[in-house]
């Protein structure tokens, strides 16, 4: 694989999206950019769904992880079965119902206007630092293994990746991605397959002959019973289940490709075909991980000090000019997915969550559509900033990040939906963010301390639940108590 190849390959795929885009946005308007004129077919969402979920993190960080970890990153998947039937029966329904552009315009109606913009600072938050994460680990192998070679710097290269993605998203927005994602995710779910048949016919072994191997080695191994693990079993179903909750029914994005959907029956049909198919494919991953491990073990290879370089390294540097021209496909599939849908719904959020945009009848189409590419483009260079900084302090695998920081910001989302929906109380609105700011504080706090303070317990991806009900009992002790106000405040 020369950087001339790699490079090739980049532009034909880039190619390929900008025709889909053409198509896309011939009529497209503001509707189309943030909920698609609600005319995406269900079963084309929930299928462009399972690349944006998957993203560049799975595809590089999850077969890298199972050397850590085994299979056990499965129960995590299978929580989220869990996560996502609360979203298609008790949020989705709810978005519907409210006839909701911006999710995060519930906790208005709910609580407030203070409530309202924590909420939308969160994910705003949240949604540029993971997508940053996410868009880097893409960005830095295209670096290492194209403009380095050309003496090219990494923030040439991160600019004109975000350049392309400002270029096909700016006008169609979420209708573009919905189509967009399609072809991402049938060229990443390909990848996947034909490494796994490279690296198989590689060994000498037929598929059979590989299942066996992978199922009797010790990658496979699925529960972790020790409680003190990071791995344990329930802590994973748990942490699972709240992680969708939280990443996909919380989560601007996400949502927002749902809430284009024509209705809710359609939505829900999106969720629950998705949620299944998604198990399968995440279980592909980790015997691409656990492929190749036994791979390296067979032929001596020295495995690299980061867990997200085994697969770039296997694929370009020992399986061939093929097998490195798939692996980049299914690279830059995963990477735009990650880039284009978090640009757009950064750009809604603002828009309507800070900016009003929807309700501003002082501003004709145009001038609201000129305000709406400044925005777009602002967060364009933000990413660019995040993605530069990270790239100078990156020291482990970017999915442990990824959930790391989505511990810390996303629960406060999740203990305010969580208050909010599930009982009648009233808050003094005005305390709420703080309360949102001091939640995570506690909970980084419990958790750098947890080994001494509950007998050598370490905290994983549960971090996201603790954090939750900090936010909830926060709520809870600020709820208003007298019934005057009360009355008042719900009238």
């Not at 992978?214 to 289940?241: C, N, P, R």
Request: proline share 2%.
């Amino acid at each position: 694989m020369t950087p001339t190849l790699i490079f090739v390959s980049f532009l034909v795929y880039t190619v390929l999206l900008f025709v889909v885009t053409w198509i896309t946005t011939r009529k497209a308007n503001s509707e189309s950019f943030y909920i698609g004129n609600k005319s995406s077919p269900w079963f084309v969402v929930a299928y462009g769904m399972i690349g944006a979920s998957l993203s560049g993190v799975t595809f590089m960080s999850v077969p890298g992880w199972v050397g850590a970890t085994q299979f056990s990153y499965l129960l995590v998947v299978a929580g989220y079965l869990i996560g996502y039937t609360v979203i298609a029966t008790v949020l989705m329904p709810m978005y519907y119902r409210l006839n909701l552009t911006s999710i995060y315009s519930y906790l208005e109606q709910r609580f407030g206007f203070w409530s309202y913009k924590t909420g939308a600072f969160f994910f705003l938050l949240s949604r540029t630092i993971g997508a940053s994460f996410r868009m880097f680990l893409v960005v830095n192998v295209l670096q290492v293994f194209v403009f380095d070679a050309w003496h090219i710097p990494f923030a040439v290269t991160v600019s004109i990746f975000i350049a392309l993605i400002i270029m096909y998203t700016l006008k169609g927005g979420i209708k573009t991605i919905i189509w967009t994602d399609t072809l991402q995710t049938t060229f990443m779910l390909l990848a996947v397959g034909l490494s796994i048949y490279l690296i198989s016919k590689d060994l000498n072994f037929d598929f059979n002959h590989l299942m066996s191997t992978v199922w009797k080695s010790d990658y496979s191994k699925i529960v972790v019973t020790d409680w003190h693990s990071k791995q344990f079993y329930l802590k994973q179903i748990l942490s699972g289940a709240f992680i969708s909750i939280v990443m996909t029914g919380l989560d601007q994005e996400m949502m927002q490709k749902n809430l284009s959907c024509r209705n809710i029956k359609e939505a829900q049909k999106n969720m629950f075909s998705f949620s299944i198919v998604l198990v399968f494919v995440n279980l592909m991953f980790l015997f691409l991980g656990a492929v190749l491990y036994i791979y390296s073990s067979n032929h001596g290879i020295e495995l690299p000090s980061r867990t997200d370089d085994l697969f770039p390294m296997i694929a370009i540097k020992y399986l061939g000019p093929l097998a490195g021209l798939v692996f980049i496909i299914g690279l830059i599939s995963a990477a735009y997915p990650s880039a284009d849908g978090a640009l757009t719904s950064l750009t809604t959020s603002f828009t309507i969550d800070f900016l009003g945009l929807n309700k501003r009848s002082d501003l004709n189409e145009d001038q609201k559509k000129r305000l709406r590419y400044t925005v777009h483009l602002s967060f364009a260079f933000l990413l660019l900033l995040v993605i530069i900084l990270f790239r100078a302090i990156n020291d482990r695998a970017v999915i442990d990040k990824l959930f790391t920081v989505a511990g810390y910001t996303y629960g406060p989302l999740l203990g305010l939906y969580a208050f909010g929906l599930f009982t009648r109380h009233q808050v003094y609105d005005k305390y709420v963010p703080y309360i949102a700011l001091s939640s995570p504080i506690f909970c980084y706090l419990l958790s750098e301390n947890s080994i001494v303070l509950l007998n050598g317990y370490k905290f994983g991806f549960e971090l996201l639940i603790i954090n939750g009900i900090f936010t909830y009992f926060g709520l809870w002790l600020f709820r208003i108590r007298n019934k005057s106000v009360q009355k008042k405040v719900n009238n």
